[in-house]
Structure formats: C-alpha cells, structure tokens
C-alpha cells in the first residue's frame, strides 16, 4: 500500500503512481491516490519494483523515484510505503519605483525630504515604502505572487501617496520598473514692454521746440 503525504503528514489525494518491474514493464495500471491518501498494487512476486509518481496532487511537486523490495517472506504480506511531496514554491516577481524630480535643483524650495510610495495589486494597496535621498530615491518590492489563489495574474502598479504642494506627478513602467516623476511648472520672468503712443510723440516735439526758443533768446539777449 503506497500512501501520498504532505511535510507536515496529512494525506494527499490525487497523486497518481506507476509501479513497473525488473524488465521496466508496468504493474497494473497506474493508480490515484483518493481522499484517504493511499493506493495499493496487488499481486507482486519477489523482486524489486521501481515506483514514480507520474502525477502530484495541485499545488505540490512529483517526489523522487523509489524503489519497492518484495522480500519471499513477504509475497502475501501488505508492503506500506510512504511517498513524501512537498509544497510548490509560488511563482514570484518584484516590482521596482524610483523617484525623478524635474525641478531645475529644487529652485523653489519645496522639495520634501522624503515620500511614500503606494504598492497595489489588482488596485488594492498592499504594502507601502519611503523612498528619500538616504536609498536614492528608489527601492524594490520583492518576493511578489505573480499569480492570486485564484490563478490569475496579479496586475501590479504603484503610486504617490501625497503629492508634494507645488509639484504635478506622473507615474510610467518603463519596463524595468515604474518611475514616479515630479514636476514644478517653470519660473519666467516676463518684461512688458510700453506701447508707444502718438502724445508721446508730440510730447517730443514740444520739449525740441521749447529748446529751440530758448536757445534763440539767449542769443538775442546776447546781441
């Protein structure tokens, strides 16, 4: 009798076995374990009796090939074997943000020493991290299920928890990870020039002509 366990030693249904002999023919037809865990090969002969697990129960691995010895004292005796899976290791991912500031060397002042960044899977924030000059504005999320419970793949985005005042922010995947860049919009100084207007004009030929008669005074009186 074969019986299917997990590390922890609960039984396992749907692990599927084929016991083959000497020659590498098989035994019977292959057989699956049930809720109970175990599946049994009758009918053996002395002799030994390589046995795989063709099959592991969802979410486990296929555990190594053993081998069954049928001792002659043992040809109408039950043989109990224990077949050992273990877990599958998760599919995992990372995801990767780092922080852009676009404000001409922070000219207004308005840099914050630090920000916190918002890690949403399917859209719902599920871990959350600083980023400041002290990791250089950026940081990893590790160890990431690529796949739910469910078997669909997890979506990934991030976000700027509170956007600095004063600045805009946008959020790319480059396809190395995401960047969050914040903005300033930028300083102009404007010069307005005055119009020039006809009075000013006039203006400038009354203030010649007024020069004009003094000067033709001053040489009268001179005379």
């Known amino acids: ?7 922890e030693g609960n039984k396992l249904s ?4 084929e016991l083959v ?4 023919e098989p035994v019977g037809e292959p ?10 090969f009758t009918g053996l002969l002395y002799g030994t009796y390589p046995l795989k697990e063709t099959a592991a129960p969802a979410g486990y691995t296929t555990a190594a090939d053993q081998t069954v010895e049928v001792k002659p004292s043992q040809t109408n005796q039950s043989i109990a074997v224990t077949v050992t899976d273990s877990k599958e290791q998760p599919a995992t991912t990372s995801a990767t943000v780092s922080k852009v500031w676009d404000d001409n060397d922070n000219q207004d002042g308005l840099r914050p020493n630090s920000i916190a960044v918002n890690l949403l899977a399917d859209g719902q924030v599920i871990k959350t991290m600083t980023l400041d000059a002290a990791n250089d504005w950026a940081a990893s999320f590790d160890d990431l299920p690529v796949y739910s419970d469910h078997g669909h793949k997890i979506s990934y985005t991030v976000s700027e928890v509170n956007v600095p005042e004063g600045y805009t922010s946008a959020v790319v995947n480059n396809g190395n990870g995401f960047v969050i860049t914040n903005t300033t919009p930028p300083t102009t100084t404007y010069f307005q020039k005055l119009p020039q207007t006809g009075n000013d004009r006039n203006a400038l030929v009354v203030l010649g002509l007024m020069m004009m008669l003094s000067l033709g005074l001053i040489v009268v009186k001179f005379n």
């Open 1 to 7: 009798m074969i019986t299917k366990t997990d590390p």
């Open 31 to 40: 057989q699956t374990t049930g809720a109970d865990g175990t599946v049994t």
């Open 21 to 24: 002999n000497a020659a590498g």
């Open 14 to 17: 749907g692990a599927t076995f």
